[in-house]
């Protein structure tokens, strides 16, 4: 098992940065993949960026050029960096990890964290 713990939301202006850190404990692996989805008020989880065992990268053609996905194996830790972010952009955020399937559907991935709320003002 591998246990998720997301930390870095909170409130900010449109324009504003956060980043989000997503620390890993258990069985965890540097093979898996990682990645960040978020899920708005009634709407449907959604892809937000994902990191490979090598390090390619996978953004939502929403996020690209202001968020960037990163990871620090000897931390077990993955990050989100978001910038310039949009009043469109709040949603609670989750991470997740494991899993051998397509890293940007919610279904390719075994383990996620419980979520952190990323409130953007206009």
């Known amino acids: 098992q591998v246990q998720l713990v997301e930390s870095g939301g909170g409130l900010v202006q449109a324009g504003g940065s956060l980043r989000l850190s997503c620390a890993a404990s258990?069985?965890?692996?540097?093979?898996?993949?990682s990645g960040w989805f978020r899920q708005a008020s009634g709407k449907e989880r959604e892809f937000v960026a994902a990191i490979r065992w090598e390090s390619s990268t996978t953004y939502a053609d929403s996020v690209k050029g202001r968020f960037t996905i990163s990871r620090d194996n000897a931390k077990n830790t993955v990050y989100l960096q978001m910038n310039s972010l949009k009043p469109d952009d709040t949603a609670v955020y989750y991470c997740?990890?494991?899993?051998?399937?397509?890293?940007?559907?919610?279904?390719?991935?075994?383990?996620w964290g419980q979520g952190t709320q990323v409130t953007v003002s206009a």
């Open positions: 997740a990890t494991g899993g051998n399937g397509p890293v940007a559907k919610p279904y390719g991935y075994n383990y």
């Open positions: 258990g069985r965890t692996s540097s093979s898996y993949a």
